[in-house]
Every structure is written in C-alpha cells, then in structure tokens.
C-alpha cells in the first residue's frame, strides 16, 4: 500500500507449506503495532503454490527471474514501499512476532540497520547445523568484522532491518547467499548505525528443503568479504 510505514519482505521459492503460517504471524504482530504496512513476498520461480497463498493472505507477489536468495530479497527490497523493510525467511524459523524489535530503533531514529543475533543461546533443538552454529558463522563473523567497521557477531541472521532511504545506495550486486555478508560490509563501508538484538530460532519447517550448502556457500562468503576488502575500491 502507498504510505505505508514499513515492509515486511519474504524471499520465497517453494514455501507453500510453511508460508502461510509466517504470514499469519506477520499480521498478528503488524496489526498490533497499528502502522500501515505491506507485505511483499519476492518469488523465485516457485513451481508449488506459494504465490497464490501469500496473494490469498494480502501479499503483494513481486515475481523475480534470477535464481538466488541474494536476487529475490534484493528484488523484494527495492520494491518495498515502507520507510523500513524487515526480511527475514519463509521457512517459519525466524521470529516475526518480534517485529516491533526490529523497527523501533530504525523509526526512532537510532540505527540504520538491525539484524537479529541467532548465537546467543535461545536456539531451539535442531534449529541450527552444528557445523554452522560453532565454527562457520562465528568464524565468517569474525573476519567481517575485522576487516570493516561493523561490530557484527551473526554476519549469516536472516533476519534484518533496513532504512529503505539508504538501501539503494549499497548497490548489492551478490545473487546468492553471499548477499548476507555483502550487505554487512557495504553497510560498514558507509558508516551505517548498526544494532544486533538477541533473537530466538525455530527449527525450519519439516517440508523446507535447505537452499545453503555449507561448504561452497561458506566459501563464497569468504570470497565476498576478501575481494570487496582487497579487490574492490567501490
């Protein structure tokens, strides 16, 4: 909707079966707030019936062509018509019922950007790989932030917002999953106001089929962080 306050933006590529959950729970903790929003969910050529639940929900579907986690949020985000866009994964592990967190330092003004701290304990059983919780994430973390400005500590949390005003000018290339790591150092680039918050993680829905492949997309995050610091004077 035009005027809208923020944007909630799901990336989503055959997520029928747990869609539709995220979306009731994003109505729930948005119509609490008492904000106009939208909600936009960004498909990558989903073959099930993801579109038309999340139309049936009041979603707007942007349609995305390019495969990629990177190419679908950063379709849905320059759609996006809110002041600030919070994203996170359609595959009912983050916490939408925590909106509120997540927009009241962007709409009073205290941070450009907040992303949520999975690494802090409140994991459920299962929610995470152990692989990814105690070596891959905390070490990806650690060059981040030793070779930028930001003081992150979960550089892979699916779940962020942005100031939709400044977003543009990050000018995110990455199509992949890599794009997580991208927006972090970008956004360290420009001295953006950066906040963690602590938030829990769900086990994934039972039906979702995990689009991360450790290793190589571990590895072309590190590939990310190394060229945009040593390669790449933009």
């Not at 509120?100 to 459920?124: E, I, S, W």
Request: aromatic residues 10%; contains cysteine; positive net charge.
């Amino acid at each position: 909707m035009n005027g809208a306050i923020f944007s909630v933006v799901i990336p989503c590529l055959n997520e029928a079966p747990s869609l539709q959950g995220c979306l009731i729970e994003i109505r729930k903790a948005a119509d609490v707030l008492n904000l106009p929003y939208e909600i936009v969910v960004a498909d990558n050529n989903s073959t099930d019936d993801s579109a038309r639940i999340a139309r049936e929900y009041g979603a707007r579907v942007v349609s995305v062509a390019k495969r990629g986690y990177g190419s679908a949020l950063h379709a849905g985000i320059l759609a996006a018509r809110g002041q600030v866009v919070v994203f996170a994964d359609a595959d009912g592990s983050y916490p939408f019922c925590e909106l509120a967190r997540f927009l009241t330092p962007v709409l009073n003004n205290q941070a450009d950007m907040v992303l949520g701290n999975r690494l802090n304990n409140t994991l459920q059983k299962g929610a995470m790989p152990w692989l990814n919780r105690w070596f891959g994430t905390p070490f990806l973390s650690f060059v981040l932030r030793t070779l930028y400005p930001i003081p992150v500590y979960d550089c892979n949390g699916g779940m962020r917002a942005v100031k939709r005003s400044l977003y543009d000018d990050l000018h995110l290339k990455q199509p992949g999953m890599e794009f997580a790591s991208e927006m972090l150092l970008r956004a360290g680039k420009k001295n953006w106001r950066y906040v963690e918050i602590p938030i829990s993680l769900r086990p994934a829905h039972p039906s979702h089929k995990p689009h991360l492949r450790p290793f190589r997309d571990g590895f072309r995050h590190l590939f990310t962080l190394l060229k945009y610091r040593f390669f790449d004077e933009n």
